[in-house]
């Protein structure tokens, strides 16, 4: 079953921006270029002497063979996640899909009509730069807020929000 | 202790594989038809191969020369003719 309704209008699909991925993942970029480092550094140096017993090699190889199919994993199972958590605002509905892990997933359904108040926010040297930031719904309900993290163009997202709830009320 | 390497290495495969497969089939699961998703998963594919591939030349080096790091060092082969 769909989460959005037929006669529901999709306004707004939203995602965190790729800047914050590329950031979640920086590490482990790191980690994928650090191997070529260590054996550009054995190889032009003779600071480290490695044994010629026969198995080092093998021993190298194996392991770095490992060591990058795991940071490989590491990194799509990092692009799954970012790719799988999203917001989607429709004419009726705010919908906060959260993919935690791969076994942790929440959708959380919203009225429009609750909503009581949109706040952008874009803090951080970072955010003005990429004009990415956080977009706070605050409602009547249960849960208080919704937080659309890291999203692109935060203050056209609170826009879009705010005119559609007015349009909500005006035809009540 | 050659082939105690290769038998962790293969166990360390069998786990990296079972994990792989959960992270395409659950990334499938919800955005079955999205065409980043296929792209994605057709990258990681052809990197893990790229990687197996790699692995295997540079043993099957190793196994043809006793230099060091024969995947990391350029060789220069020199060859004497006799009259």
């Known amino acids: 079953m769909s989460i959005i309704s ?24 790191f980690l994928l270029i650090l191997p070529v480092v260590i054996v550009f550094f054995i190889n032009n140096t003779n600071a480290v002497q490695l044994p010629d017993d026969g198995i080092t090699p093998v021993i ?18 990092e692009f799954f996640i970012f790719f799988l958590d999203r917001w989607i ?15 942790n997933r929440v959708v ?23 004009n990415y930031g956080d977009v706070y719904i605050q409602t009547a309900g249960e849960r208080e807020r919704f937080v659309f993290k890291d999203v692109p163009a ?19 | 202790m050659t082939s105690l390497l290769f038998s962790l290495y293969l166990i360390l495969v069998a786990v990296w594989l079972i ?13 079955f038809f999205s065409v980043t998703n296929w792209v994605m998963i ?5 990197i893990s191969l790229q990687i197996f591939t790699v692995t295997a030349s540079s043993l099957k080096k190793y196994t043809q020369s006793s230099t060091l790091l ?14």
Do not use: C
């Open chain 1, 6 to 29: 037929p006669s529901e209008v999709t306004l707004l699909k939203l995602r965190r921006h790729p800047i914050v991925f590329l950031w979640d993942i920086a590490v482990l970029l």
């Open chain 2, 42 to 46: 057709g990258l990681y594919a052809i």
């Open chain 1, 89 to 103: 605002v429709t004419n009726q509905h705010i919908i906060d899909i959260e993919q935690k892990t791969v076994f």
């Open chain 2, 70 to 83: 024969p995947f990391a060092k350029e060789r220069t082969y020199e060859y004497h003719l006799t009259k």
């Open chain 1, 60 to 77: 190298i190889i194996l392991g770095a063979s490992i060591y990058y199919l795991y940071i490989t994993l590491f990194i799509f199972y």
């Open chain 2, 19 to 31: 994990f792989s497969v959960i992270v395409v089939v659950f990334a499938l699961r919800h955005h």
């Open chain 1, 108 to 130: 959380a359904k919203l009225e429009l009509e609750r909503v009581q108040d949109v706040t952008a926010e874009t803090k951080g040297f970072m955010q003005t730069l990429f």
């Open chain 1, 154 to 172: 935060p203050q056209f997202v609170a826009d879009i929000i705010i005119k559609t709830l007015d349009t909500i009320q005006k035809k009540d």
